[in-house]
């Protein structure tokens, strides 16, 4: 096959060809492409277009205030940023959502009183148009209530039945809303069909599209009660399949098994992106503590149940998860080394202190860890949807990924909690 270098100024690949794309202007990215039918490949083999790491560097802040039950901020379940910088933040528990500037000051909110057209009892998600409007989703109502950018009610559209959780309600270039629904909800749950449906810039609803279907089936342990039912538990630190829509119209998906991210374009062409990358070993501890939880929860089914099955690997797959953000880049959450938080993190200090006299025991020495007292460091891979490799980001202690963030541009909003109760929303920088 033959090979050739270029400099990083496009992506067109010829077939047949394997092309090393080297990088410029600063930039040490150096992929190698090929075309494999309607796919085309971009292995990163070294280096970044940024030419090294980025982290989040905090520039504002929105603090949450649970004592007062009237206008502080009770719950964060869904955010959506402004081309201007600022944020919508969704209160699910307060019922409201709330615009705040760039600089986290509050500026207005959309809701109306109850009994009047365009109140809404739990939102779990908003979207902003290009024209200002503002757009929440009520599925207890089974409605998206729209409201001007002043907060006005404008107009009420009809909602599917069948959505759950608080999935993000995506808008693209067009104008065009994408939300999450199951298509057969009287169904048992293992014959849901999941999928999303797509409104006009009107509210008229123009398609529903299935969830892409991927040849992949998790290894997992099966308990069944004793009323005959059957319960599955996903075996942790198995590969999983994963997909996201994005607002350029790509379905995002991937298998963890490997690290391979596939676009797939609306014409049905496809870009899958690999990179080189060593998986992170889990720790004894770590598995312990997952095996613990999965027993436990298994025998509160059935207390005869014994683990029939795959072990729990030693090794974790390449990445855990998966987004795209407003601009259409693919942000895929990397596996890290686990460590212990709380007062195990501060036991394991002191009994690795040289010459310690602490006395006593600690709370940590009287129970063993819970999956809760485990927390991976967020480090996330950055693609362009063509393939590109941006680089990696690293995000600060506290940082959530659910709600999911929102990105546009090098502004991140994000939920953050820092100790217990509700989490803070903070506005992010990349910084290179």
Partial sequence: MEMTKTKLTGL?????????????????????SYERGDTTVMRTVAGSAWGGPATLVERARIAADPADTVDGLRSVTALASGPNGDVYVVDGEGATVRLHDRNGRYVRAFVVPLGEPGHYTRPNGV??????????????????VVYSPRGAYL?????????????????????????????????PREEWREGLVRYGRDGSIEDTIPDPEVDYVPPSLMV?????????????????AYWAPSPSGDAVTAVSDRYAVQVRKPDGSVVRMER???????????????????????????????????????????????????DGRIWVQLHQAAELTGEFAASAEASD???????????????????????????????????????????PPGFRTQPLP???GNTVWAAVREGGGVPDVVRFEIER
């Fill in 12 to 32: 067109a690949v010829l077939p047949g060809a394997a092309v090393l794309f080297a990088g410029c202007s600063g930039s040490d990215w150096e992929a190698v």
């Fill in 127 to 144: 979207a902003v148009l290009s024209d200002g409007r503002v757009v929440i989703r009520d599925p207890r109502r089974s409605q998206l």
């Fill in 155 to 187: 107009e009420r559209w009809p909602h599917p039945s069948g959505v759950y959780g608080p999935i993000p309600l995506i808008s693209d270039a067009e104008d065009r809303l994408y939300t999450r629904i199951v298509f057969n909800p009287e169904e």
């Fill in 224 to 240: 069944e009660s004793p009323g005959a039912d059957t319960v599955t538990f996903r075996i942790p630190l198995t590969p999983r």
């Fill in 276 to 326: 080189e990358y060593a998986l992170v070993p889990a720790s004894r501890e770590e598995r312990s503590t997952l095996y613990r939880d999965v027993d436990r929860r298994a025998r509160q089914i059935d207390y005869r149940w014994t683990w029939r099955g795959p072990i729990i690997p030693e090794e974790k797959p390449p990445f855990k998860g998966l987004f795209a953000d407003a």
């Fill in 353 to 395: 202190t040289a010459g310690s006299d602490a006395a006593g025991g600690s709370e940590a020495e009287d129970r063993l860890p819970t999956v809760r007292d485990w927390w991976e460091p967020i480090v996330f891979d950055v693609f362009e949807p063509d393939g590109r490799y941006l680089g990696q980001v690293s995000a």
């Fill in 406 to 408: 929102s990105i546009r």
